[in-house]
C-alpha cells in the first residue's frame, strides 16, 4: 500500500478555480541555459508531476501568507510541459516558452499546480494523498477517530493526520501502512483504520 500524496501567458486554457488545483511542487532553480527548470517535488513518488501536460504556475505564496484567493487566482499562468525527468531527487522539466536561463529563474520560488483530473490513475492498493485529505477515520470498532486533515512523508510509509478538519487541530498521526489500513473507500471517503481512539 503506497500514497502519492503554450508558450508563456499565451496558450489558451480556462483558468480553473484554485480549489481544483493541486500543488505537486516548487521551482527551485534553473537548470542549465536552455531554459530548463528545476523543481523541488512535495512527493518522494512525483508520478502525477511526471506526467503533467500542462501546468500552472503561481508566484504568489500559500494563501495562508496572507494573500487573497482573488489576487492569488489572477496570478495564475499556464505552461505546456515539452519535458519532465527526475535527476538527483528533484524533476527537471522544459516548458514552452522558457527558452533561456534568465526566463527559467524569473520563475524561481512559483508553486507548480495541476488539475486533479490529469492525475495518471493510481495502481491498486495506492492512493494519492489529495484523495484521503478529508475522509473520515473510524476504527473496527466503528468509532469516529476524525477526520484526515494532512498526510505526510515518514521514512518508508505515509502518516495520516486525523483531528478536527475547521481547527485544523491533530488528534492522532496512525502511519498509513497495510496492518493498520483495513479498508479506504473513496466514494464514500472513509477509512477503516486498526487503531484506538486512546492510542
Given amino acids: 500500500m503506497s500514497c502519492y500524496l503554450g508558450k508563456m501567458g499565451n496558450f489558451t486554457m480556462s483558468t480553473p ?15 542549465g541555459l536552455q ?6 517535488p512535495h512527493s518522494t513518488d512525483p508520478v502525477a508531476l511526471l506526467s503533467s501536460k500542462e501546468i500552472w504556475l503561481s508566484l504568489i505564496p500559500r494563501r495562508d501568507a496572507g494573500v487573497s484567493a482573488s489576487h492569488e487566482q489572477a496570478s495564475l499562468r499556464a505552461y505546456k510541459v515539452k519535458q519532465a525527468k527526475m535527476h538527483s531527487g528533484t524533476v527537471v522539466m522544459a516548458l514552452d516558452g522558457v527558452t533561456d536561463r534568465d526566463q527559467a529563474l524569473a520563475l ?3 508553486r507548480i499546480l495541476v488539475g486533479r483530473e490529469v492525475f495518471p490513475k ?10 484521503l485529505i478529508g475522509c473520515q ?4 470498532q466503528d468509532e469516529i477517530l476524525g477526520e484526515v486533515i494532512d498526510m505526510t512523508e515518514h521514512g518508508a510509509h505515509g502518516v495520516i493526520a486525523i483531528g478536527d478538519a475547521s481547527t485544523k487541530v491533530i488528534k492522532q498521526l496512525v502511519p498509513f501502512v497495510k496492518e493498520v489500513v483495513q479498508n479506504v473507500d473513496l466514494p464514500n471517503k472513509v477509512i477503516i483504520l486498526d487503531w484506538q481512539s486512546d492510542w
Fill in 108 to 110: 524561481k520560488g512559483a
Fill in 122 to 131: 493510481a495502481q491498486a492498493d495506492s492512493f494519492y494523498w489529495v484523495d
Fill in 35 to 40: 531554459g530548463q527548470i528545476k523543481v523541488r
Fill in 17 to 31: 478555480s484554485l480549489d481544483t488545483l493541486i500543488e505537486l511542487g516548487a521551482i527551485a532553480d534553473a537548470q
Fill in 137 to 140: 477515520a473510524k476504527n473496527l
